[in-house]
Every structure is written in C-alpha cells, then in structure tokens.
C-alpha cells in the first residue's frame, strides 16, 4: 500500500513520474538506492525500538533545543542564486531575490531594464536566460568556511532552494539545478564539507512553499495559472516548466515534489535543521491551518509535511544527530512548541520562548547592489539584544553571482568577529537573566551559571548602577572585571543596586564593553520568559512578504508662500472650500499594482462611497503620478478620499518634475513639495487635502506630479488610503 507519510516512497514515485526529463542513469541509480533503503528502513523499523516522535504535532512540541542552537547563537545566512546575477530592485531597496517575481508582476519597470541590459525581455528573454550568468567562478567555499569560523558564526544557513524553483544542490528531480546549468557544481554539498570541516553546523534552507504563485497571475491562492509571458516561455522552451512550475496549484502533485525535494536534500546532505519559510497559504484564501480549517489542498499539504518534519527527527534520532527546525512568521507555521520562533530582521522587546532574527546588514537578502547598509555599531546592538532576550542572531549575507562577497558585509562580519574575540564570553552559551535591558544606562544582560554579564551599549565614562540587583547584599558579589581589559574595576554595593566604575583603560572593545559580575548564585531566570508566542510578538514590526522596504516618513514643511488646506465632508457636495473638480484626460499612472477601481477613476470628477484603485495592505512606497501634457505653471495640488474603515486619511509627500518625457519612479530625480497627513483630522465620509500657492503665485512649474501614499494604519500590514480623486489647478497667466 502506498504510504504517502513515507517520503522515500515520494521520491520513489516522483523519479518514476520524472525520469524522461532528468539524468536518466543518476535516476535509475536513486531508484535502486531507494528500493534498497525502503527495504531496509522497513526490515530495521520493526526490530527496533519506536521512534521518539509519532508523526503527531502533540508529538513534534515535545522536540527539545539542541545544545549547539542554543549555545552557539551566532549563524550566517546565505542567499544566493541566478537572482544574484541581477542585483537590483526597482528604488535600490527591498528584497531583491523577489526580482524574479517582479520582473514578471511589473513589466513598465523591469522590461526596459531588461532590454537595456540584454537586449531583450520576456517572453523573448526571461528569468531562465539569466540563469547562464550565474556561474560561482570566484567561489571557493573554504575561504567563506574559513571567514565564518573567524567571525564567531557557530552554523551556516545556506539557500538550497528560494522561492524561484532553482536548485542549489546536485538535484535528480528538477534539471534546473547548480550541477546541470550555471556554476556545474554542487555549491550546497561543497559548502557543507567546508563549513563542517571548521566544525560548524549547518542547514540548507528551503523555500519551496511560495513557488506556486511566484510566477504566477496570484501569489498565495491554493489555485492560479501561469503569468501570460511565463506560458509563453514555457510554450517555446518546455523545459521552463520545471523552473516556474510545474503547478501554480497547491495540487498533490506540487504536495509530493515538495516533500520529495526537501528528502533529497536530507538524504544527501544531512542538515543539522530544517529551516523552511513562511507558508502564508496557511493564512490566506480561505485557509487558517491552525485554527482547524483548510481547503482540501492545503490539509493535505500540512499533513505532508507533518510527516516531513517527522521523518527529519526520527531520522536524526536514529543517527544520534541533534537536529532542530524553525517556526516562521508572526502566524507561524506550526503549532506553538515546535521548532524555534522566527521573523525577518526579528526584535523581540521581550524575553520570549527560544526564537532566532534571521537579519539583514542591509534592506535586501540577495545581493542588491548599491544596498544602505546598517552601521557596524546598530549590528552589534542587535546582536547583543536579540541574545539577551533569549534569541538567535543568523545574520545574512548576499554574495555576488561570481562567488565574491561583498566589502561591507564582510567589514561587519569582521567587526562581529572583532567584538566576539573579546566579548565572547557573554553570548556563547549564555541564558537570560530577570531582565534584558536597563534603558536609562544603555544596557543589556545575559548569564552564564553564576556569572552576570552587564553589557554596555554606550562608551562608559561615569559609574553607573544596575538597578535590577537592589536589595543584594555585598556577599552576593565576589568580583567585577572588564572583558578585555586587564585594568581594575571599581565597585560597590548600594542600596539601589550594584555600583560600578569603570577604568580608564576600557580595552579593546569597541560600541559595547561587557562588564562580568561574579556572584555566588546562578543568575538564570527560567520563570521570567514570555511563553506566549503572541504576546511576545506584541511591538514588533510586520514582515512584508514581497520584500519591500517602508520608506521612514520624514516631514517636509510647506514652501513659504503656500498654505496646506484640509477640509472634511459627509457628502461629495459639502465641500466649500475644496470643491470637487469636472472630469479631466489627465492620464494617471502607479508605480505598484492597485486593486478594486480602475486609475481612471482618480480624473472622472466623482466622489464614491468605494476604495477606488487603492494600493494593497502592506504595499510600502505606492505613488500615483499625473502628466500635465507639458510643463504648466501650477497653482494647487488636491486629493479626496474615502472614510472606508479609516482609508479616508491620507498621509503623502507630492512630488513635481518638469522632465519633458516621463521621469520613471526614481523620486530622487522630482523635486519634493511638501508632505500632507491628515490621520488627526475628524472622521468624516470624505477628506480632502491641498497644498496651495498664494493667490496669483505659484508652487512651480511642473509636467508631472506625485503623491506617494504612505499606509495610514498598520492593520493587514499597513493598509492605504482609499484616494477618490486627483487634481492639479493652473495657475492664472497674463
């Protein structure tokens, strides 16, 4: 009977489905390898004794943390594939290993800068065409084992798959894999033997959970189809199909593959963890997993990899490995309990069940080039606050396609290494203490059996008291020295708490100097953490999962000479001194897609009670822009919204440029008018807003204009505003 719990039977029966499109001979050598494993596993499966986990979730919660995840804190991540050859995200900010989708999801953007760059765009030339370019020439895998072990990292998360259907590993069940094509070399088994000949562990991660809306028309909906330029793709060359599919559906077939690649990759390889993404289909289109109800596909899909998880730890067990999985998203995928908890550039202000910050140095995984990367000292704060609240810090870095890394993450990845040489002591294999921080002196804590570590994220020039520690007495202390420095630390017991001054020679340590205090009792406090997955996630920043980046909002004062009007109404003809204007051609375009109302909508010269053509939850950075025709004389810029829920407030910087042809999305290149909020203002059905030039003057002469919306609340993600519409007056000429 077929066993669909038993993923060697999967793979089994995915290489039978599969074996005329891949290496025919590897294939029947995995046949062969499988029946004799499946043979054996069964004959050896009722001889011995049961295995620790019985394919229940009940089951899977009682996993424990292994040792070497948490002691060992510090891991690199690696995103790294055919997207690295690209390196550029419309605005220079945000995820760019999401370009693969983008290419596809915003064509105005991406197919002139395709052309540009190659010479052609889909479906001509499409993502599968990059891949070529990708080739690992300068890659030498025991330099980066070698970088990592220098800088303190303990394991290595390498992507063996993103979201875009490549294969990083020497796959038999997709021909689109670092072997067949591209660098033609196995970069995830490569890497493996380099990092753990440095004695580290280490963890391909897998993403395959989104690939079927990646090129798709939808993104996380159980059934979509193909992009209309990826069809044509995968009609003029076949092979595609395994690349942007096979399935845009969360179909059995789609279900089994998954499962059979992430066996591949635990057969072959042998993570030390099972490090998967958010599986937002578990959230979205009808579905709430964990809280009982699914469609059919996707119950389907979670009892699969239930028993994914499953096999990965008994088979860890069976082998005496310490093996361990994640739990991502602010929804989780799994139950509480399994696995550890996980987010995006994670910042508990908690101390929280075990979680691990997978951080970025910039605003992109993959390599993006140009990227603003975060200074050496913000990186070491978080890393120093994340292990004080109980948490990992896998810090990521975006190599080039070549196989080079770039400067400034290494320059931090050294300053991290740099810091831990001295400070080490208070992070490996350190536990939390009563509290985490003490704001008023810039400090953080963390333990390690009798030792308190007090950790000071300021330079410290003037003696300071740790206030948690009022009410010890002087026994308790035994002694205070400074990590790095052999000079000698001044302290005292005071009723307010333990008082220490520090010496004049503070070492070699740079942006956090980590004072040890020694006392007679252990200083971990297990019953403080916040077991509460939720209310430990309270006040922390939501994940866009399409990987744009918000833009911090920053006022720009009205020009002198110019007035900001706001006015209110409950009809679309209440409006006295913001009239709303007659139907115009003006055409209006959107740097990113938006929903429900046509754009032409913004012009008709009509107020509805309806969203209009709004930007979705979460989407950062939307802009409407209007062509004028040609350069005018403007005399006043003025949006109406729509009170829906509280859409109607608007929040948005105006933007002009005369450019006699369109300027593109690049607001670095528009001269910036002045920014408008209006979320005090009193609820009405409609708000209207304007920057207005004195009477018989002007705000400049313009041909386009912008309003970059910014979200007006922070439900859903952030949701916009519900614009009605857009208008510019002219200024009056003699």
Not at 139 to 160: H, I, M
Not at 491 to 517: C, H, N, R, Y
Not at 712 to 733: D, K, M, P, R, S
Request: proline fraction near 6%; charge should be neutral; aromatic fraction near 10%.
């Amino acid at each position: 009977m077929l066993n669909h719990h038993n993923p060697n039977i999967l793979l089994l029966k995915m290489k039978m489905d599969r074996t005329p499109i891949m290496k025919k001979g590897a294939a029947m050598r995995m046949l062969l390898c499988i029946g004799t494993f499946v043979l054996v596993a069964s004959t050896a499966r009722s001889e011995q004794v049961s295995e620790p986990y019985d394919g229940s979730w009940e089951s899977l919660q009682e996993m424990p943390v292994p040792a070497w995840f948490d002691d060992g804190k510090i891991g690199i991540f690696i995103h790294w594939g055919p997207y690295s050859v690209v390196g550029y995200r419309k605005g220079g900010r945000g995820y760019s290993e999401h370009m693969p989708k983008l290419l596809y999801r915003e064509p105005k953007h991406y197919y002139p800068y395709m052309t540009e760059r190659w010479g052609a765009c889909p479906p001509e030339f499409g993502y599968k065409d990059i891949i070529p370019e990708f080739k690992a020439e300068n890659w030498n895998p025991d330099e980066w084992a070698e970088l990592f072990a220098e800088v303190g990292a303990k394991y290595v998360v390498l992507t063996a798959e993103h979201h875009d259907g490549w294969a990083n590993w020497d796959s038999d069940l997709t021909p689109w894999n670092a072997v067949n094509k591209g660098p033609h070399r196995d970069l995830v088994g490569d890497l493996g033997r380099a990092v753990r000949a440095k004695g580290l562990k280490y963890a391909p991660s897998y993403h395959r959970e989104r690939h079927t809306g990646f090129f798709a028309k939808e993104t996380f909906v159980v059934q979509s189809e193909p992009h209309p330029d990826i069809a044509e793709e995968i009609k003029r060359f076949p092979e595609a199909a395994m690349l942007y599919g096979p399935d845009f559906s969360y179909s059995k077939a789609y279900v089994d593959d998954y499962v059979a690649r992430w066996k591949e990759i635990q057969t072959k390889y042998k993570p030390d963890m099972l490090w998967v993404d958010d599986f937002p289909i578990y959230t979205r289109d009808g579905n709430q997993v964990r809280k009982g109800y699914a469609k059919p596909e996707i119950k389907y899909f979670d009892d699969e990899v239930r028993g994914m998880i499953t096999d990965y730890m008994n088979n860890g067990a069976a082998h005496g490995q310490a093996v361990y999985v994640n739990n991502k998203g602010a929804n989780r995928n799994w139950p509480d309990g399994v696995g550890c908890l996980e987010k995006d550039n994670l910042k508990l202000k908690v101390i929280g069940p075990k979680w691990q910050s997978c951080t970025t140095f910039g605003s992109s995984f993959g390599y993006l080039e140009g990227d603003k990367y975060k200074s050496v000292e913000k990186v070491l704060h978080e890393m120093i606050e994340v292990v004080s609240r109980n948490g990992n810090f896998l810090i990521n870095i975006g190599p080039k396609a070549d196989g080079s890394l770039v400067p400034e993450q290494v320059e931090r990845l050294r300053a991290m290494g740099d810091w831990l040489k001295i400070n080490g002591e208070a992070i490996y294999a350190s536990r939390y203490w009563k509290v985490c921080d003490q704001k008023d002196e810039h400090l953080a804590f963390t333990t390690n059996g009798k030792k308190l570590y007090a950790i000071k994220m300021e330079q410290p020039a003037a003696s300071f008291t740790i206030t948690a520690t009022a009410g010890w007495d002087a026994k308790q202390v035994t002694a205070v020295r400074l990590l790095g420095s052999d000079a000698e630390v001044r302290w005292e017991m005071k009723p307010a708490g333990l008082q220490i001054t520090p010496p004049d020679d503070l070492g070699g340590s740079k942006v956090a100097w980590t004072f040890e205090i020694v006392t007679t009792e252990d200083q971990h406090h297990p019953n403080v953490i916040q077991n509460d997955p939720s209310q430990a996630f309270k006040g922390t920043k939501a994940v866009d999962l399409d990987g744009n980046v918000k833009t911090p909002w920053r006022k720009i004062p009205a020009p002198n000479g110019t007035t900001i009007e706001v006015e209110t109404a409950d009809a679309a003809s209440g409006f006295s001194k913001l009239p709303v204007p007659t139907a115009s051609d003006r055409a209006i375009t959107a740097n990113q897609k938006t929903n429900n109302d046509p754009l032409k909508s913004l012009t008709d010269g009509r107020l509805a009670e309806q969203l209009g053509p709004v930007f979705a939850n979460g989407v950062e950075n939307g802009a409407y822009k209007m062509d004028l025709g040609s350069v005018q004389s403007v005399a006043a810029i003025t949006s109406w919204s729509f009170m829906k829920g509280s859409r109607g407030r608007q929040k948005i910087t105006l933007y002009g440029s005369d450019a006699d042809s369109d300027p593109g999305w690049d607001l670095s290149k528009f001269t910036p008018l002045c920014t408008i909020d209006t979320t005090r203002t009193q609820k009405a059905k409609y708000t209207a807003a304007s920057l207005r030039a004195s009477a018989g003057k002007s705000l400049g002469k313009f041909r386009w204009i912008v309003w970059a919306a910014t979200p007006v609340t922070g439900n859903g993600g952030g949701e916009n505003t519900a614009f009605q519409e857009l208008a510019v007056e002219l200024a009056q000429t003699k």
